[in-house]
């Protein structure tokens, strides 16, 4: 069993940065894909971007080049660096947890540790 809290959601302006941060309750270092989700009001979950056991990263088109993902294996901790942000990044963030040996899954459904979720607001 995996506890995920997610914390550093916060309002920011267009173009702002944000660093969103994950505290897993055990050592998910070995055998566990980690990932940020995000959900839009009235939209389904979507994948942001995963990283496996080994540090290999995947995001979603919509993020390259602006936001990375991030692990601390030691601390326990998965991070979102997110610049850039535009007024469609506003969404709940969900980190997800899943013991997977290969490549991380980028669908939400093959995840099953979730934290509460924390907001990510872009206006101007």
């Known amino acids: 069993q995996v506890k995920l809290v997610e914390s550093g959601g916060d309002s920011v302006q267009i173009g702002g940065s944000l660093t969103l941060s994950c505290a897993a309750s055990?050592?998910?270092?070995?055998?566990?894909?980690m990932g940020w989700f995000r959900q839009a009001a009235g939209k389904e979950r979507e994948g942001v971007a995963t990283?496996?056991?080994?540090?290999?990263?995947s995001s979603a088109d919509s993020v390259k080049g602006r936001f990375t993902i991030l692990r601390d294996n030691a601390k326990r901790t998965l991070y979102l660096q997110m610049n850039s942000l535009k007024p469609g990044d506003t969404a709940i963030y969900y980190c997800?947890?899943?013991?997977?040996?290969?490549?991380?899954?980028?669908?939400?459904?093959?995840?099953?540790?979730w934290g509460q979720g924390t907001q990510v607001t872009v206006s101007s």
């Open positions: 055990a050592n998910t270092a070995d055998n566990y894909c």
């Open positions: 997800a947890a899943a013991a997977f040996w290969g490549n991380c899954p980028a669908s939400h459904r093959e995840y099953n540790y």
């Open positions: 990283i496996d056991r080994f540090a290999r990263r």
